[in-house]
């Protein structure tokens, strides 16, 4: 065997989620919110049953898809894809819980899944509803596999819980009929759907049906994406459609949909952000299924492209409102970031898959700035609303004002027309157990990524072992890992030293472990261990000032707050109006309060800063040429995550920096 085949047949595999129960300050909250909040609430919204919120009517779409009502479809033409992500949400509670009304609500969703397909195997409400004609005629536009995909998704995630096989053998028709359709045999189309996803579905549907021709279907879309001539073009000509933008819209290149150029040819991250992210996350699967180093090469290229370039110190990307679209880089403003919530889940998933190739921390890194930042922010304390754009300044004064601000809102939102967000949320939250901990069978080793106290339960060379995470963590650095073995047993267990802290220790049983020899951010503890071993981790969590790169032209002069991966921010409940106005001395130092009552509890940050003192007669002069007195002023910082939970106002994650 080679190199190249050996490193990529032997990656790490996340453990699976029915082996995690998450017992954790921070974490166990949120979960159960989700269970117990935001899956019935969302449950509502696929029915129409939330007073004020924005109509889904998607379970009206396949009760119409079925026959078994009348009237018109409704939404956009990738409306099933929410009840997707709601059934695979549901798939993940049912992992860790039983729960028969839920279930019981989920099979019969499935039923009417069921119903609405057609003979053949095909199942999209829009097509079937509104266009029944017209299957096929606009991958570019109009979601069909995409669709698909999330359905696919859902019904893995259905089966891996719950055993019961009705939803997976009725997408598993589906991809039968897709597979009829696509492909380079003669008669068939050789193209795919202008948003990614089907491709890391089929992988998912491979996985739990062994069906190699799902894998196969997912590598043929992944390598005709971006080939000349183009699908695109192609389809458009047969539904003889004018070149003539509707309504004055620019015609959408083909770097939009991540089809410029064939996959293992592009070196930088372009187009609509979500698409993107969904697409590396298929092509890190298929360049391990298929020992691929041209994709694997690919993806690292992009990878450095995102992360060094084109990503939001939040782990937001995706900066451009304009086609939710990555620009050029270092493009990243702050009052007009997009930084679609959705973008930074799918981040996630491609961090975690690189991941389990690489080995390295880094990807580890982005995937918790991502979780603690970027994602979370999307939705409210008490689950009921949510953020579509995660911008990083705002100034409500100007949002009824600005095009640049017209999608920036100041609260979060019950529900979405395009409601993409708020279910992805959802399963997100409750998969959060298959991030945490990795294991690669043939070398005998356990990573642990993520610092979320949990109980984890798995094999090891035939040892069952019990590994049981206590941490406070984003608060502070103390984790310990205990482990529970009816043997001794010889293994390796790597703890990840993430990339923000500077000074760490690692003990076993007491005794301090050299954790200079780290292999990519990972402290590798290979010996035999015995019942009760227990490992401790201590990691210094300052407060950091965060200098952006000198190209970042839009935080010149200023510097952002981070403790541990949690970044911060300013409120004007807490520091009053303007706060652009704030100047940060370069010696600033702040203390780290836990406050209990905020936010559910979090550590705050206070500290001093200066602001322009405005005298008496001068507060009606638009200009003047003697600058204002500096006069301090208290601070406090609260975690980004968390802004708009209260009173709506001025936010801000950068802060003008005094030199």
Same mark, same amino acid.
């Given at each position: 065997?080679?190199?190249?085949?050996?490193?990529?047949?032997?990656?790490?595999?996340? #453990?699976?989620?029915?082996?995690?129960?998450?017992?954790?300050?921070? $974490?166990?909250?949120? !979960?159960?919110?989700?269970?117990?909040?935001?899956?019935?609430?969302?449950?509502?919204?696929?029915?129409?049953?939330?007073?004020?919120?924005?109509?889904?009517?998607?379970?009206?779409?396949?009760?119409?898809?079925?026959?078994?009502?009348?009237?018109?479809?409704?939404?956009?033409?990738?409306?099933?894809?929410?009840?997707?992500?709601?059934?695979?949400?549901?798939?993940?509670?049912?992992? %860790?819980?039983?729960?028969?009304?839920?279930?019981?609500?989920?099979?019969?969703?499935?039923?009417? @899944?069921?119903?609405?397909?057609?003979?053949?195997?095909?199942?999209?409400?829009?097509?079937?509803?509104?266009?029944?004609?017209?299957? $096929?005629?606009?991958?570019?536009?109009?979601?069909?596999?995409?669709?698909?995909?999330?359905?696919?998704?859902?019904?893995?995630?259905?089966?891996?819980?719950?055993?019961?096989?009705?939803?997976?053998?009725?997408?598993?028709?589906?991809?039968?009929?897709?597979?009829?359709?696509?492909?380079?045999?003669?008669?068939?189309?050789?193209?795919?759907?202008?948003?990614?996803?089907?491709?890391?579905?089929?992988?998912?549907?491979?996985?739990?049906?062994?069906?190699?021709?799902?894998?196969?279907?997912?590598?043929?879309?992944?390598?005709?994406?971006?080939?000349?001539?183009?699908?695109?073009?192609?389809?458009?000509?047969?539904?003889?459609?004018?070149?003539?933008?509707?309504?004055?819209?620019?015609?959408?290149?083909?770097?939009?949909?991540?089809?410029?150029?064939?996959?293992?040819?592009?070196?930088?991250?372009?187009?609509?952000?979500?698409?993107?992210?969904?697409?590396?996350?298929?092509?890190?699967?298929?360049?391990?299924?298929?020992?691929?180093?041209?994709?694997?090469?690919?993806?690292?290229?992009?990878?450095?492209?995102?992360?060094?370039?084109?990503?939001?110190?939040?782990?937001?990307?995706?900066?451009?409102?304009?086609?939710?679209?990555?620009?050029?880089?270092?493009?990243?403003?702050?009052?007009?970031?997009?930084? !679609?919530?959705?973008?930074?889940?799918?981040?996630?998933?491609?961090?975690?898959?690189?991941?389990?190739? !690489?080995?390295?921390?880094?990807?580890?890194?982005?995937?918790?700035?991502? @979780?603690?930042?970027?994602?979370?922010?999307?939705?409210?304390?008490?689950?009921?609303?949510?953020?579509?754009?995660?911008?990083?300044?705002?100034?409500?004064?100007?949002?009824?004002?600005?095009?640049?601000?017209?999608?920036?809102?100041?609260?979060?939102?019950? $529900?979405?027309?395009?409601?993409?967000?708020?279910?992805?949320?959802?399963?997100?939250?409750?998969?959060?157990?298959?991030?945490?901990?990795?294991?690669?069978?043939?070398?005998?080793?356990?990573?642990?990524?993520?610092?979320? %106290?949990?109980?984890?339960?798995?094999?090891?060379?035939?040892?069952?072992?019990?590994?049981?995470?206590?941490?406070?963590?984003?608060?502070?650095?103390?984790?310990?890992? !205990?482990?529970?073995?009816?043997?001794?047993?010889?293994?390796?267990?790597?703890?990840?030293?993430?990339?923000?802290?500077?000074?760490?220790?690692?003990?076993?049983?007491?005794?301090?472990?050299?954790?200079?020899?780290?292999?990519?951010?990972?402290?590798?503890?290979?010996?035999? $261990?015995?019942?009760?071993? =227990?490992?401790? @981790?201590?990691?210094?969590?300052?407060?950091?000032?965060?200098?952006?790169?000198?190209?970042?032209?839009?935080?010149? %002069?200023?510097?952002?707050?981070?403790?541990?991966?949690?970044?911060?921010?300013?409120?004007?409940?807490?520091?009053?109006?303007?706060?652009?106005?704030?100047?940060?001395?370069?010696?600033?130092?702040?203390?780290?309060?836990?406050?209990?009552?905020?936010?559910? %509890? #979090?550590? #705050?940050?206070?500290?001093?800063?200066? =602001?322009?003192?405005?005298?008496?007669?001068?507060?009606?002069?638009?200009?003047?040429?003697?600058?204002?007195?500096? #006069?301090?002023?208290?601070?406090?910082?609260?975690?980004?995550?968390?802004?708009?939970?209260?009173?709506?106002?001025?936010?801000?994650?950068?802060?003008?920096?005094?030199?």
């Amino acid at each position: 065997m080679s190199k190249l085949e050996n490193k990529l047949n032997l990656p790490l595999k996340a #453990v699976s989620l029915k082996q995690v129960t998450i017992q954790d300050d921070f $974490w166990s909250s949120r !979960e159960k919110n989700v269970i117990e909040t935001v899956v019935p609430y969302q449950w509502k919204a696929l029915n129409d049953e939330i007073p004020g919120a924005e109509p889904s009517h998607t379970i009206e779409n396949f009760r119409l898809a079925a026959g078994e009502a009348e009237g018109e479809y409704y939404g956009m033409v990738f409306q099933d894809s929410d009840l997707g992500k709601w059934l695979e949400t549901v798939g993940f509670v049912l992992s %860790g819980r039983r729960d028969p009304e839920l279930e019981s609500i989920a099979d019969n969703v499935i039923d009417l @899944l069921g119903r609405a397909q057609q003979p053949d195997g095909y199942l999209n409400t829009y097509y079937i509803v509104k266009e029944p004609n017209a299957r $096929w005629t606009n991958l570019r536009d109009n979601h069909e596999l995409y669709c698909a995909g999330h359905l696919m998704e859902a019904s893995v995630a259905y089966y891996e819980a719950t055993g019961k096989r009705k939803f997976l053998n009725i997408m598993s028709r589906y991809a039968d009929y897709i597979a009829t359709v696509f492909g380079d045999e003669p008669g068939k189309k050789r193209g795919y759907d202008g948003h990614p996803e089907v491709e890391l579905a089929l992988v998912k549907l491979y996985q739990a049906t062994g069906e190699r021709k799902y894998l196969d279907l997912s590598k043929f879309f992944i390598d005709e994406r971006g080939q000349k001539p183009h699908f695109f073009d192609q389809e458009a000509n047969e539904r003889d459609e004018s070149e003539v933008p509707a309504r004055g819209k620019k015609k959408r290149e083909y770097d939009y949909f991540q089809a410029h150029l064939p996959v293992r040819e592009q070196k930088t991250a372009e187009g609509h952000a979500v698409r993107a992210v969904y697409l590396y996350s298929a092509m890190a699967d298929l360049a391990v299924d298929y020992n691929d180093d041209s994709l694997l090469q690919a993806c690292k290229q992009l990878w450095n492209d995102v992360v060094r370039r084109k990503m939001y110190v939040t782990g937001g990307i995706g900066s451009s409102e304009y086609e939710e679209r990555f620009t050029v880089p270092f493009d990243l403003p702050n009052n007009r970031a997009y930084t !679609e919530t959705c973008a930074a889940i799918g981040l996630m998933f491609w961090a975690q898959r690189m991941l389990q190739i !690489e080995k390295d921390r880094e990807y580890a890194d982005v995937m918790e700035l991502a @979780l603690y930042n970027g994602v979370l922010s999307g939705i409210s304390l008490d689950g009921k609303s949510y953020f579509y754009v995660n911008p990083l300044e705002v100034w409500p004064a100007t949002a009824n004002f600005r095009h640049d601000m017209s999608t920036v809102k100041v609260t979060r939102q019950p $529900w979405f027309g395009c409601a993409c967000c708020p279910p992805n949320i959802a399963r997100l939250i409750a998969s959060l157990g298959q991030y945490i901990y990795s294991k690669n069978d043939s070398d005998r080793e356990l990573y642990v990524h993520l610092y979320i %106290g949990s109980k984890l339960e798995l094999e090891i060379d035939g040892h069952r072992v019990q590994v049981t995470q206590q941490a406070n963590y984003p608060w502070n650095g103390q984790v310990s890992l !205990e482990l529970t073995l009816e043997q001794s047993a010889d293994f390796a267990v790597a703890v990840r030293v993430p990339g923000w802290c500077r000074n760490a220790a690692i003990t076993v049983n007491g005794q301090e472990t050299d954790i200079s020899q780290q292999e990519k951010g990972y402290v590798k503890i290979q010996r035999t $261990w015995q019942n009760g071993d =227990r490992i401790e @981790l201590v990691m210094d969590m300052p407060v950091e000032i965060v200098h952006p790169h000198p190209n970042l032209r839009e935080n010149a %002069g200023k510097v952002a707050l981070q403790r541990g991966p949690v970044v911060y921010c300013l409120e004007e409940e807490d520091n009053g109006p303007n706060l652009q106005d704030i100047v940060l001395p370069s010696d600033a130092e702040f203390d780290v309060h836990f406050e209990k009552g905020l936010f559910g %509890g #979090v550590s #705050v940050l206070t500290g001093s800063g200066l =602001r322009s003192e405005v005298q008496a007669g001068d507060e009606h002069k638009l200009y003047t040429t003697q600058a204002f007195d500096k #006069v301090a002023a208290p601070l406090k910082a609260i975690p980004y995550f968390a802004w708009s939970n209260r009173t709506p106002g001025e936010m801000t994650v950068w802060i003008r920096n005094h030199n």
